[in-house]
């Protein structure tokens, strides 16, 4: 894939919505608990496909191609309205891609931040960590987040706290991770239609 090219099937005459199931993995610290339910995230991707026809990139790291492919296997698509990009990028053609998304959605993790940067929308789903302290600002910005009293967890107080983690993993220390399992796939649709061009 060259950068300045679409990759092969992408078609930019309509609205593509990036989808980032994976992430939570740091330089040191692998925090698996920022993630939302792959399941929900296949639910969701779902019914936006049924909404409009829009095209759908799944993007990520080369960790998170198994979970990538899962969705794209789960998903009823037609011909090449679902696009599996995981670990198939570099960096350059990462950011090629996110700027051009008409949506991108995704939780907390460094190409979120990336597509906020390039200017696209992106639409974060909040758990262990404090929107108020790291979500972009701005009109082409929203996050969803439960304010369960558990949350958030991963704070400037935590980040070296030794009882946090089990080896190099950030846990959660409720062994419940109802921050993220009470987020709703109506709602993140919801939010994201509302913010998708309508043509």
Known sequence: TQ????PQGLLWD???????PGGGENPGTLMKIKRWDKEKFKDLAQRLLDYRPYQILLLGGPSDAELTGWMLGALNRRNDSVIDLAGKTSIVELMAILKKCSLVIGGDSGPMYLAAALGAPTLMLFGPSDPDLVAPHGPKHRYLRKKVSCSPCYTPDTVYDSSRFRGNEFICWTGTHVCMKELRVD???KTATAMLPIG
């Open 14 to 20: 309509k609205p593509v919505i990036a989808i980032l």
């Open 187 to 189: 709602e993140a649709h």
């Open 3 to 6: 950068s300045d090219q679409p």
